[in-house]
């Protein structure tokens, strides 16, 4: 079964510091987002990603953040200058329609911010 | 804005017996899609089952169920026969269908049942 590969698995970084977390969406998929999970706590949306451009990002993706599809296969989330509340589950998630049949998750990147 | 409730942080169930989730939601639209995914300690997030609001006919996938009540907003899970397996975090989600609309797209989670299976 097609799978939506992130990675790295685990990240830890200084704070202050750029990390991008890496995501191979699904091949034909054409919907693309970014979801964040801090421990223990619900999953929240960060951005939606279609047609080479941004459609819809919460007020959690502010300018420290962005999102890049840059060879046709990958889609990336960075992080500029990453904060310790950045700390959290990162997943990346696509859709072949805009997600009306439901979304495939990655298994997500777990970013930890020292 | 739409939001997504799970009153229930955690439920247990015995091995083989039957247990519902429960889920309720607030929205002002007409047209939508709930899910549930399960979310096991591997911490990837599973597509459980998914309802299309305007299908009366409650969603069924082998031993779970919903019971979607729109009137009232709540769409509930039921895993039958429960399994080991079965034990996971479960969240019930939301999306609009409406294109266009403010959450087009974008899933809406509830906070989360624990659900641990005792053998």
């Known amino acids: 079964e097609p799978e939506v590969t992130q990675t790295p698995s685990h990240q830890v970084t200084q704070m202050g510091q750029e990390v991008i977390l890496r995501c191979v969406p699904i091949?034909?998929?054409?919907?693309f987002y970014w979801y964040r999970q801090i421990l223990g706590q619900k999953v929240e949306f960060l951005v939606s990603f279609y047609n080479n451009e941004i459609s819809e990002k919460s007020e959690i993706f502010d300018d420290q953040f962005s999102v890049e599809r840059p060879d046709g296969s990958n889609f990336t989330l960075k992080i500029r200058s990453t904060k310790l509340e950045d700390s959290a589950m990162y997943f990346c998630a696509s859709s072949e329609a805009s997600g009306s049949y439901g979304y495939t998750f990655g298994s997500g990147t777990r970013l930890t911010v020292v | 804005a739409q939001t997504v409730t799970q009153s229930q942080p955690e439920m247990s169930v015995q091995e083989a017996e039957t247990v519902t989730l429960s889920c309720t939601y607030d929205?002002?639209?007409?047209?939508?899609?709930l899910f549930w995914y399960k979310q096991p300690p591997s911490r990837q997030m599973i597509l459980v089952i998914r309802?299309?609001?305007?299908?009366?006919q409650n969603a069924t996938e082998n031993r779970f169920s919903v019971n979607f009540q729109k009137a009232a907003k709540s769409f509930s899970l039921k895993i039958s026969d429960s399994q080991l397996g079965d034990a996971a975090m479960y969240f019930c989600?939301?999306?609009?269908?409406?294109?266009?609309?403010?959450?087009?797209?974008?899933?809406?989670f509830g906070q989360g049942t624990i659900l641990t299976v005792h053998p």
């Open positions: 091949s034909n998929h054409l919907y």
């Open positions: 929205t002002s639209e007409s047209d939508y899609y």
């Open positions: 989600a939301y999306r609009s269908a409406k294109a266009g609309g403010t959450s087009y797209g974008k899933l809406t």
């Open positions: 309802q299309e609001a305007y299908k009366q």
